[in-house]
């Protein structure tokens, strides 16, 4: 990922956040077929390994995890992000030599990856999966409210996904290149915003000298 050093993310817990409030991510692997991508729901291990392992699940007619991968696989995670016009720089009253852009906060982990279909690891990693998503519910629906013989059946028709992060790169382009008065006029037309992710985008840009 092109990370200039004004929007390179470091910090593990900011990494992790963005991986966490993702929630849907994209699993790329590089195959003698060519490459091969799937949308999935992931989830983090913190505990294991030096940045964490990565666990999700494929459908076992998903030809992806038949594909042997030849080298690391990539997860991308995909944070808030926002179209920035340049109607918001005071730059532009000024000397008018502006352009749009993109701001957005993104993850890449990269590893190798294995695919499994043991039974119990299989019910391992789509419960944890599940509860992550539906302990903040209020009325938090479990994988053994299912009948066993179901959820069985049900897992004979996915493969586990076991990414190792090796390495991890961050990304948050946040308009910190551009001077103090522009980003306070992004911030503010964020702000104002009718799609919520602009106003979130709104909270997360610098408006402070440093």
């Not at 849907?24 to 291990?45: C, H, I, M």
């Not at 730059?91 to 279909?117: C, D, M």
């Not at 028709?157 to 190792?164: A, E």
Request: glycine content about 6%.
């Amino acid at each position: 990922m092109y990370t200039p050093p004004a929007f390179r993310e470091d910090d593990p817990s900011t990494l992790r956040q963005i991986m966490r409030e993702a929630r849907l991510s994209t699993l790329v692997t590089a195959t003698l077929e060519g490459l091969q991508a799937t949308p999935l729901p992931l989830f983090l291990d913190e505990t294991e390994g030096e940045h964490g392992v990565l666990y999700g699940h494929l459908a076992k007619a998903n030809p992806q995890w038949k594909s042997a991968p030849t080298g690391e696989a990539l997860a991308i995670f995909m944070g808030p992000d926002a179209y920035i016009t340049p109607s918001w720089y005071a730059s532009k009253r000024e000397h008018g030599k502006v352009v749009p852009t993109w701001n957005y906060a993104a993850v890449h982990a990269y590893g190798p990856v294995e695919f499994f279909e043991d039974e119990t690891r299989l019910l391992q990693a789509v419960t944890r999966l599940t509860n992550l998503h539906e302990t903040p519910r209020q009325q938090p629906w479990a994988v053994a409210d299912a009948p066993e013989p179901f959820i069985k059946s049900q897992l004979k028709g996915i493969v586990g996904m076991r990414l190792t992060i090796t390495r991890i790169e961050g990304k948050q382009k946040m308009s910190q290149n551009r001077p103090e008065a522009d980003r306070q006029g992004v911030a503010a037309g964020l702000a104002e915003s009718e799609r919520a992710s602009d106003r979130l985008v709104a909270t997360m840009i610098p408006t402070q000298s440093t």
